[in-house]
Protein backbone atom coordinates (compact mmCIF):
# COMPACT_ATOMS: atom_id res chain seq x y z
CA UNK A 1 0.00 0.00 0.00
CA UNK A 2 2.80 2.52 -1.10
CA UNK A 3 3.80 3.07 2.45
CA UNK A 4 0.98 4.80 3.88
CA UNK A 5 -0.31 3.77 7.61
CA UNK A 6 -3.54 5.59 8.75
CA UNK A 7 -4.06 5.42 12.73
CA UNK A 8 -6.36 4.36 14.33
CA UNK A 9 -8.04 1.77 11.75
CA UNK A 10 -11.31 2.22 13.90
CA UNK A 11 -12.57 4.66 16.40
CA UNK A 12 -15.82 5.03 18.49
CA UNK A 13 -16.06 8.80 19.91
CA UNK A 14 -18.69 10.45 21.77
CA UNK A 15 -20.40 13.53 20.46
CA UNK A 16 -19.13 16.78 21.19
CA UNK A 17 -15.02 15.12 22.11
CA UNK A 18 -12.47 16.01 20.02
CA UNK A 19 -10.78 13.19 17.60
CA UNK A 20 -7.51 13.11 15.57
CA UNK A 21 -6.81 10.67 12.63
CA UNK A 22 -2.86 10.33 11.34
CA UNK A 23 -1.75 9.49 8.13
CA UNK A 24 1.94 8.47 7.54
CA UNK A 25 3.71 7.80 4.87
CA UNK A 26 7.13 6.98 3.83
CA UNK A 27 7.49 7.93 0.67
CA UNK A 28 8.42 11.20 0.47
CA UNK A 29 5.61 12.53 -0.97
CA UNK A 30 4.61 15.95 -1.43
CA UNK A 31 0.66 15.44 -1.65
CA UNK A 32 -1.42 14.21 1.10
CA UNK A 33 -4.95 14.15 1.04
CA UNK A 34 -8.02 13.47 3.75
CA UNK A 35 -11.26 12.67 2.20
CA UNK A 36 -14.53 11.06 3.61
CA UNK A 37 -16.71 8.08 2.04
CA UNK A 38 -20.23 7.67 2.66
CA UNK A 39 -22.52 5.62 1.19
CA UNK A 40 -24.24 7.84 -1.92
CA UNK A 41 -21.75 10.22 -2.31
CA UNK A 42 -18.48 8.40 -3.23
CA UNK A 43 -15.67 9.83 -1.81
CA UNK A 44 -15.31 14.08 -1.36
CA UNK A 45 -11.86 15.80 -0.30
CA UNK A 46 -11.91 17.48 2.81
CA UNK A 47 -8.66 18.67 3.30
CA UNK A 48 -4.89 18.39 1.26
CA UNK A 49 -1.11 19.51 1.53
CA UNK A 50 0.92 20.54 -1.08
CA UNK A 51 4.27 20.67 1.70
CA UNK A 52 4.65 21.17 5.05
CA UNK A 53 2.81 23.66 6.38
CA UNK A 54 1.12 23.95 3.20
CA UNK A 55 -2.62 23.01 3.55
CA UNK A 56 -5.57 24.19 1.72
CA UNK A 57 -9.72 23.52 1.79
CA UNK A 58 -11.55 20.72 -0.18
CA UNK A 59 -15.32 20.11 -0.50
CA UNK A 60 -16.38 19.51 2.84
CA UNK A 61 -13.84 21.21 5.26
CA UNK A 62 -16.51 22.78 7.84
CA UNK A 63 -15.85 20.73 11.07
CA UNK A 64 -12.41 19.99 10.47
CA UNK A 65 -8.61 21.15 10.64
CA UNK A 66 -5.14 19.61 9.65
CA UNK A 67 -1.57 20.27 10.38
CA UNK A 68 1.31 18.76 8.34
CA UNK A 69 4.52 19.69 10.40
CA UNK A 70 7.02 17.49 8.54
CA UNK A 71 6.62 15.41 5.37
CA UNK A 72 5.52 12.33 6.71
CA UNK A 73 2.71 13.43 8.86
CA UNK A 74 -0.63 14.58 7.84
CA UNK A 75 -3.49 15.15 11.03
CA UNK A 76 -6.42 15.58 10.70
CA UNK A 77 -8.90 16.70 14.05
CA UNK A 78 -12.04 16.99 14.63
CA UNK A 79 -12.56 19.71 16.95
CA UNK A 80 -15.55 18.62 18.05
CA UNK A 81 -17.15 15.26 16.97
CA UNK A 82 -21.08 15.33 15.74
CA UNK A 83 -22.73 12.11 14.41
CA UNK A 84 -22.63 13.67 10.92
CA UNK A 85 -18.97 12.93 10.89
CA UNK A 86 -19.30 9.29 11.38
CA UNK A 87 -17.45 8.07 8.22
CA UNK A 88 -14.44 6.11 6.75
CA UNK A 89 -11.97 8.56 6.62
CA UNK A 90 -9.46 7.73 3.71
CA UNK A 91 -5.67 9.49 3.40
CA UNK A 92 -4.04 9.77 -0.14
CA UNK A 93 -0.66 10.53 -1.18
CA UNK A 94 0.34 11.80 -4.76
CA UNK A 95 4.74 12.43 -5.65
CA UNK A 96 3.94 15.08 -8.41
CA UNK A 97 0.36 16.29 -7.43
CA UNK A 98 -3.36 15.23 -8.42
CA UNK A 99 -2.38 17.00 -11.85
CA UNK A 100 0.49 14.55 -12.91
CA UNK A 101 -0.15 11.54 -11.62
CA UNK A 102 -2.30 9.06 -9.89
CA UNK A 103 -2.54 8.53 -5.61
CA UNK A 104 -2.24 6.16 -3.65
CA UNK A 105 -4.50 5.48 -0.52
CA UNK A 106 -4.31 4.25 3.18
CA UNK A 107 -6.77 2.04 4.06
CA UNK A 108 -8.92 4.11 5.59
CA UNK A 109 -10.20 4.47 9.46
CA UNK A 110 -13.74 4.09 10.43
CA UNK A 111 -14.50 6.67 12.51
CA UNK A 112 -18.02 6.62 14.82
CA UNK A 113 -20.07 9.36 16.17
CA UNK A 114 -22.18 8.15 18.97
CA UNK B 1 -20.40 19.35 -5.01
CA UNK B 2 -19.35 16.19 -6.63
CA UNK B 3 -17.30 16.95 -9.86
CA UNK B 4 -17.93 13.69 -11.53
CA UNK B 5 -21.03 11.18 -11.38
CA UNK B 6 -20.98 7.59 -12.68
CA UNK B 7 -23.33 5.95 -14.48
CA UNK B 8 -24.73 3.14 -13.73
CA UNK B 9 -24.66 3.52 -10.01
CA UNK B 10 -24.74 -0.61 -10.34
CA UNK B 11 -23.81 -3.48 -13.47
CA UNK B 12 -23.85 -6.97 -13.07
CA UNK B 13 -22.43 -9.40 -15.74
CA UNK B 14 -21.51 -12.66 -16.25
CA UNK B 15 -17.58 -13.22 -16.11
CA UNK B 16 -15.91 -13.17 -19.52
CA UNK B 17 -18.22 -9.91 -20.87
CA UNK B 18 -16.97 -6.62 -21.09
CA UNK B 19 -18.42 -4.22 -18.72
CA UNK B 20 -18.61 -0.37 -19.60
CA UNK B 21 -18.58 2.35 -16.76
CA UNK B 22 -19.41 5.84 -17.97
CA UNK B 23 -18.52 9.43 -15.85
CA UNK B 24 -19.25 12.71 -16.51
CA UNK B 25 -18.06 16.23 -15.24
CA UNK B 26 -18.89 19.36 -15.03
CA UNK B 27 -15.85 21.64 -15.12
CA UNK B 28 -12.38 21.58 -17.78
CA UNK B 29 -9.96 19.09 -16.12
CA UNK B 30 -6.41 18.48 -15.99
CA UNK B 31 -6.57 14.54 -16.32
CA UNK B 32 -9.37 12.06 -15.13
CA UNK B 33 -8.14 9.38 -13.53
CA UNK B 34 -10.03 5.66 -12.60
CA UNK B 35 -9.79 3.85 -9.62
CA UNK B 36 -10.53 0.60 -7.97
CA UNK B 37 -12.10 -0.35 -4.51
CA UNK B 38 -12.19 -3.76 -3.09
CA UNK B 39 -15.30 -4.28 -0.46
CA UNK B 40 -13.44 -2.81 2.72
CA UNK B 41 -10.31 -1.70 1.26
CA UNK B 42 -8.66 1.42 -0.05
CA UNK B 43 -8.52 2.94 -3.38
CA UNK B 44 -5.85 1.40 -6.15
CA UNK B 45 -5.07 3.77 -9.02
CA UNK B 46 -6.09 2.02 -12.38
CA UNK B 47 -5.42 4.66 -15.04
CA UNK B 48 -4.95 8.35 -16.01
CA UNK B 49 -5.67 10.03 -19.11
CA UNK B 50 -4.59 13.47 -19.82
CA UNK B 51 -7.02 16.24 -21.39
CA UNK B 52 -5.18 16.29 -24.93
CA UNK B 53 -5.81 12.30 -25.00
CA UNK B 54 -8.39 10.72 -26.67
CA UNK B 55 -7.85 6.89 -25.45
CA UNK B 56 -6.01 5.10 -23.04
CA UNK B 57 -5.18 1.31 -23.06
CA UNK B 58 -3.68 -0.63 -20.23
CA UNK B 59 -4.39 -4.46 -20.16
CA UNK B 60 -7.74 -5.51 -20.33
CA UNK B 61 -8.61 -1.59 -19.30
CA UNK B 62 -9.80 0.78 -22.17
CA UNK B 63 -10.18 4.39 -21.06
CA UNK B 64 -11.90 7.60 -23.43
CA UNK B 65 -12.09 10.68 -22.93
CA UNK B 66 -14.42 13.50 -24.53
CA UNK B 67 -13.62 17.05 -23.63
CA UNK B 68 -15.90 18.44 -25.22
CA UNK B 69 -19.21 16.82 -23.90
CA UNK B 70 -17.16 15.97 -20.03
CA UNK B 71 -17.42 12.19 -19.96
CA UNK B 72 -15.10 9.56 -19.95
CA UNK B 73 -15.45 5.71 -20.35
CA UNK B 74 -13.71 2.65 -18.60
CA UNK B 75 -14.31 -0.81 -20.78
CA UNK B 76 -13.22 -3.47 -18.98
CA UNK B 77 -12.81 -6.28 -21.37
CA UNK B 78 -13.10 -10.28 -20.74
CA UNK B 79 -14.38 -10.00 -17.18
CA UNK B 80 -12.98 -12.04 -14.03
CA UNK B 81 -14.69 -12.82 -10.93
CA UNK B 82 -11.77 -10.84 -9.72
CA UNK B 83 -13.05 -7.88 -11.16
CA UNK B 84 -16.05 -7.23 -8.91
CA UNK B 85 -15.67 -3.93 -6.86
CA UNK B 86 -16.35 -0.49 -6.98
CA UNK B 87 -14.92 1.96 -9.84
CA UNK B 88 -14.58 5.90 -9.28
CA UNK B 89 -13.52 7.88 -11.87
CA UNK B 90 -11.47 11.11 -10.69
CA UNK B 91 -10.65 14.83 -12.27
CA UNK B 92 -8.00 17.35 -11.52
CA UNK B 93 -9.85 20.37 -12.71
CA UNK B 94 -7.98 23.20 -14.29
CA UNK B 95 -9.39 26.12 -11.74
CA UNK B 96 -8.31 23.56 -9.04
CA UNK B 97 -4.74 21.70 -9.76
CA UNK B 98 -4.34 18.80 -7.52
CA UNK B 99 -7.26 18.72 -5.95
CA UNK B 100 -8.63 15.47 -6.71
CA UNK B 101 -12.28 15.07 -6.90
CA UNK B 102 -14.45 12.01 -7.30
CA UNK B 103 -17.59 10.48 -8.55
CA UNK B 104 -19.54 8.24 -6.57
CA UNK B 105 -18.64 5.27 -8.11
CA UNK B 106 -19.94 2.43 -10.01
CA UNK B 107 -20.59 -1.14 -8.18
CA UNK B 108 -19.54 -3.77 -10.83
CA UNK B 109 -20.55 -7.75 -9.74
CA UNK B 110 -18.91 -10.15 -11.82
CA UNK B 111 -20.89 -13.30 -11.60
CA UNK B 112 -18.66 -16.67 -12.37
Known amino acids: DAGITQSPRHKVTETGTPVTLRCHQT?????MYWYRQDPGHGLRLIHY???????DKGEVSDGYSVSRSKTEDFLLTLESATSSQTSVYFC?????????????FGQGTRLTVV | SQQGEEDPQALSIQEGENATMNCSYK?????LQWYRQNSGRGLVHLIL?????REKHSGRLRVTLDTSKKSSSLLITASRAADTASYFC????????????FGTGTLLAVQP
Open chain 2, 49 to 53: IRSNE
Open chain 2, 27 to 31: TSINN
Open chain 1, 49 to 55: SYGVKDT
Open chain 1, 27 to 31: ENHRY
Open chain 1, 92 to 104: AISEAGAGFSGAF
Open chain 2, 90 to 101: ATDSRSATNKLI
